[in-house]
């Protein structure tokens, strides 16, 4: 018996521990299983993580591409802008028809509107009772009816009493009316036979050779030339009768006009949208071009108005008011002087000149560097020889188009005019922090993943350079921001694009800062410095 015990515990004792056995095996097995489905799941967790990074980094170069390909849709349209300066006025008919200023003497005819309907007068038949019949009649009809007719005759008079005196009323105000338009009638006839009878005299003025006419109409037309926003068609004009020489000095815009940034490429690498500067030498040919096409543009303009053959010769000076870099002070060079006379400029076939060589042509003197202002000897002196007729000063946008001066803005106006833009545009402003150069405010753009604090800094001195860029990027790293924006009316020097160095930075100049007042604000800016500011 022992023994068979002995056998029967150690059978049990080995069943006992195969039972272990396996159950640790299971046990394992689960654990294998259970730690392989948690790596899938972290495996496929890290996956859609990974997926998602790519998407959103995607997404984001997507979007920094498509502002490089927005800024450099700008750059062309800016540089197409100036190239067709000349060509552009040569479709339109320069000439202005004095004849259709002149207003028409008709006059709406008199419509008198309600008052030209008189009411209906009230008729008898509708308030008079109905004849009593049968039944009705045998009992008692007749009185009642009697009493329902005398009742109906006093509301029939009292509604053909209020009739008459609403008629009588209708017809005062009818003919009051009648009178009030026709006294309009006569004041407007008056009026404009007056005005009619003005535009005759000044058109016969004009035709007459009256230097006051003959300046105020030439202004007209120059007035009505269409160039780019930031232009400043601000100029002076004198006429010698004697002569029939019309004299012209046109303020030129700055070299600031030429865009200084060739293309924006988004680096992928550094993470940053970066400005290709423009070439010295191309800013410097671009802006000599821009003067020559003024000029032609100008005396192109004067002699095809002129179809009274008014003038035989135009002398022409065009001048810059701008800083002068060297010396921080305000001057206005010539830049380019001709004097043509009307037969030899008309001959030229001005669709297919070189612009700079066809000045030329013309033995005028055009500088060759006027980036720094370099002037060139004047064919006339303006007011020296103005002052022997007529002349006269206009400023086409100051006087005619009201458009806010960005250079004469108050302080606090331009604090505001740059608040509300980048407001506009999305950023969430702080409250602006006056600096030795200019203000500042620590913004906020609200985007996700795209956004965060952002330091914006606006001056309105000369042209920033370097120091400036350095002095942002320092006030974006003390902010922990994640962009700083530096918007310079004056210009950007080309060392401060150098100076920029994949910093996550944003550089605006005056032309660029008026397109986007324009674009997002529907404001016409301009930007003219007079001698004012001297």
């Not at 068979?4 to 689960?30: F, G, K, P, Y």
């Not at 008198?112 to 019949?133: F, K, M, V």
């Not at 612009?355 to 980036?371: E, F, N, R, T």
Request: net charge neutral; with cysteine; aromatic share 6%.
């Amino acid at each position: 018996m022992g023994i068979i015990r002995d056998m029967q515990r150690a059978h049990a004792t080995q069943a006992a521990d195969a039972h272990r056995a396996n159950n640790a095996a299971a046990q394992q097995r689960e654990l294998i299983r259970r730690n392989a489905d948690l790596a899938i799941a972290a495996a496929q967790q890290a996956a859609s993580d990974a997926e998602r990074k790519r998407e959103h980094r995607q997404l984001y170069i997507e979007a920094r591409t498509a502002g490089a390909a927005a800024a450099n849709a700008e750059i062309r349209a800016r540089i197409s802008d100036l190239d067709s300066l000349l060509l552009s006025t040569l479709d339109v008919d320069d000439h202005i028809d004095l004849d259709q200023f002149k207003r028409p003497l008709a006059v709406p005819p008199f419509d008198a509107g309600p008052l030209a309907r008189p009411q209906p007068e009230p008729a008898w038949q509708s308030y008079l009772p109905p004849q009593p019949r049968g039944v009705g009649k045998l009992l008692g009809g007749d009185r009642l009816h009697q009493q329902q007719t005398a009742n109906a005759r006093k509301n029939y008079e009292y509604a053909r009493a209020r009739w008459v005196e609403g008629e009588q009323r209708r017809k005062r105000q009818l003919t009051q009316r009648k009178q009030a338009y026709e006294e309009s009638r006569r004041a407007y006839e008056t009026k404009m036979v007056a005005y009619n009878a003005e535009v005759d005299r000044f058109a016969a003025a004009v035709a007459g050779a009256d230097p006051a006419s003959v300046v105020e109409y030439f202004a007209m037309v120059l007035g009505n030339s269409v160039y780019p926003d930031d232009f400043p068609q601000h100029f002076r004009l004198a006429f010698l009768p004697k002569q029939k020489h019309l004299l012209i000095e046109y303020h030129l815009p700055p070299i600031e006009v030429i865009p200084v940034v060739k293309e924006h490429r988004f680096d992928r690498v550094r993470n940053d949208l970066c400005a290709i500067p423009r070439d010295e030498d191309e800013i410097r040919r671009r802006y000599v071009d821009v003067i020559a096409r003024v000029t032609l543009r100008t005396i192109h303009e004067i002699i095809e108005a002129d179809r009274g053959g008014l003038v035989r010769q135009v002398s022409f000076n065009g001048i810059v008011d701008t800083i002068d870099r060297r010396t921080g002070r305000f001057v206005r060079p010539v830049l380019v002087s001709v004097q043509t006379e009307r037969e030899t400029f008309a001959a030229i076939k001005l669709r297919r000149v070189d612009p700079v060589a066809c000045v030329k042509h013309l033995q005028g003197a055009l500088s060759i560097a006027p980036d720094e202002l370099t002037a060139v000897p004047p064919k006339i002196d303006f007011d020296e020889d103005a002052d022997r007729d007529y002349t006269e000063e206009f400023n086409v946008l100051a006087d005619i188009d009201a458009r806010p001066n960005l250079v004469t803005l108050t302080d606090e106006q331009w604090e505001g005019q740059i608040a509300d833009l980048f407001g506009v545009m999305g950023l969430l402003m702080g409250e602006p922090s006056p600096t030795a150069t200019g203000v500042r405010w620590t913004a906020t753009d609200p985007r996700p993943i795209f956004g965060g604090t952002v330091v914006l800094h606006a001056i309105r001195g000369g042209a920033a350079g370097a120091g400036a860029v350095h002095a942002l990027a320092g006030a974006v790293a003390a902010a922990g921001a994640t962009k700083g924006i530096l918007v310079s009316l004056g210009g950007i020097d080309p060392e401060a694009y150098d100076a920029l160095a994949g910093r996550p930075l944003e550089l605006i100049d005056g032309p660029a800062l008026v397109t986007l007042l324009a674009n997002h604000c529907r404001i016409k800016a301009r930007i003219e410095r007079g001698s004012q500011h001297a």
